[in-house]
């Protein structure tokens, strides 16, 4: 499973995201990420993990990815309708 490092703006400190699926929707790259390992075995002690929505904010011909989470209520009802396949077979549920 691909692995993205994460550095909040103004933090040092890093986050790890896990891959779920990786889209694009008007020539933007959208990921559908998650901070807990889908591929690790089921902890009775583990705490659910949650699952992200991140968009590509760096210019075309950029060599570097740069993103942002994607808080726009509209384009994250867009965004998710692409990823439901992905979204069903992990068994996550959307929250409105």
């Given at each position: 499973?691909?692995?993205?490092?994460?550095?909040?703006?103004?933090?040092?400190?890093?986050?790890?995201?896990?891959?779920?699926?990786?889209?694009?929707?008007?020539?933007?790259?959208?990921?559908?990420?998650?901070?807990?390992?889908?591929?690790?075995?089921?902890?009775a002690d583990?705490?659910?993990?949650?699952?992200?929505?991140?968009?590509?904010?760096?210019?075309?011909?950029?060599?570097?990815?740069?993103?942002?989470?994607?808080?726009?209520?509209?384009?994250?009802?867009?965004?998710?309708?692409?990823?439901?396949?992905?979204?069903?077979?992990?068994?996550?549920?959307?929250?409105?």
């Open positions: 499973m691909d692995k993205i490092i994460f550095v909040p703006e103004g933090e040092e400190e890093e986050v790890s995201f896990y891959i779920l699926d990786q889209a694009q929707l008007a020539g933007v790259s959208y990921l559908l990420v998650t901070d807990t390992d889908p591929q690790a075995e089921e902890d583990a705490a659910e993990g949650v699952a992200y929505v991140m968009k590509d904010m760096a210019a075309s011909d950029a060599s570097d990815s740069v993103y942002e989470f994607v808080e726009d209520d509209a384009e994250l009802s867009a965004v998710c309708a692409l990823f439901k396949d992905t979204l069903d077979e992990m068994g996550i549920e959307l929250e409105e």
